[in-house]
């Protein structure tokens, strides 16, 4: 059994970034200056690890329906999301596809999510149940 | 330099109580772009069934991370926060965070790792209510990376 879901496609911006450091409370300035970020041997600005993760989240509510319809939700970060100061930002694309059917009756998810048809997260799943 | 494997199985005393507040229920859920009622609006999140708004499911970071601090920030531990990358997260569910939670969090050294110059953290911090309702267990996996 390898059900695809529909694609959730989230946009992605700098404002984005500020915006949930401030909510999270993870200042790190990698998310944030461009300076300190390329200094790093990064490319620029990159997403939050969690801000993806968020997205991600917001994905597999939507699929299960409700926030406490999530069981699970694990993740590996396997690749940056850099995020260009363009008004656009960038996009990050995240897909699912039904595992199985546990024996406890729940829905097991793999996700993967891309961003300019890079892979972003490694060995992703949810767990799902019926609310 | 390698982490100091004695940490392995060690846990720290439960963390003061977090108080989850509805602003800052609702500040996550705008900053995620997450516009559903029950996030916002304590009446739907009411009749859908929810003590009050509740919170996305990622949320639990904004408590767990900072209480991990008390682990990563250790000198004995021998982490240098300058060459640490996320690697992986995970979020195990007894129930929703909500409103007015007063949540409290224990951490736990669960394996120190070295693999290809690198080293791996991976912490759990099991939350609960005060008085002791599982709610939420949060894994992080760092990476230090080496000195390459």
């Known amino acids: ?28 300035p990698i998310h944030w200056s461009e300076r300190t ?11 939050h690890g969690m801000f993806t993760m968020a997205l991600v989240g917001r994905a597999v509510t939507h699929w299960a329906g409700a926030p406490d319809a ?7 970060f396997s690749k940056p999301v ?12 995240v897909t699912a596809k039904v595992k199985e059917i546990t024996d406890e009756g729940h829905t097991r998810l793999s996700l993967t999510a891309t961003c300019n048809g890079d892979k972003v997260l490694s060995m992703s799943q949810a767990l799902i149940s019926k609310r | ?18 108080l989850v ?28 069934g929810y003590a009050d708004v509740v919170a996305p499911p990622t949320f639990p970071v904004a408590i767990t991370m900072p209480a991990t601090r008390e682990v990563v920030a250790d000198p004995a531990l021998g982490v240098d926060y ?3 990358v996320h690697g992986d997260q995970r979020f195990a569910y007894s129930r929703p965070v909500v409103a007015g939670d007063a949540l409290v969090c224990v951490n736990t050294v669960e394996e120190i790792l070295s693999r290809g110059g690198h080293e791996f953290l991976t912490t759990r911090t099991d939350v609960t209510t005060e008085a ?17």
Not at chain 2, 40 to 47: C, G, M, S
Not at chain 2, 132 to 148: H, I, Y
């Open chain 2, 132 to 148: 002791g309702e599982p709610v939420v267990t949060v894994w992080q996996k760092l990476v230090v990376r080496g000195e390459a």
């Open chain 2, 21 to 48: 507040g509805r602003e800052k229920i609702r500040e996550f859920a705008r900053a995620i772009g997450a516009t559903d009622a029950e996030y916002h609006d304590p009446e739907a999140a009411r009749a859908l």
């Open chain 1, 1 to 28: 059994m390898s059900v695809e879901l529909e694609p959730q496609t989230f946009r992605v911006t700098r404002a984005d970034l500020v915006r949930y450091a401030g909510a999270s409370g993870d200042f790190n």
């Open chain 1, 70 to 76: 999530v069981v699970e939700l694990s993740v590996r």
């Open chain 2, 82 to 84: 300058s060459r640490v």
């Open chain 1, 37 to 47: 970020a390329t200094s790093v041997g990064l490319p620029g600005v990159i997403a």
């Open chain 2, 1 to 18: 330099m390698p982490l100091d494997q004695s940490f392995v199985g060690r846990s720290w005393p439960p963390t003061e109580p977090y």
């Open chain 1, 82 to 93: 850099p995020v260009p100061d363009t008004e656009e930002g960038t996009e990050v694309v």
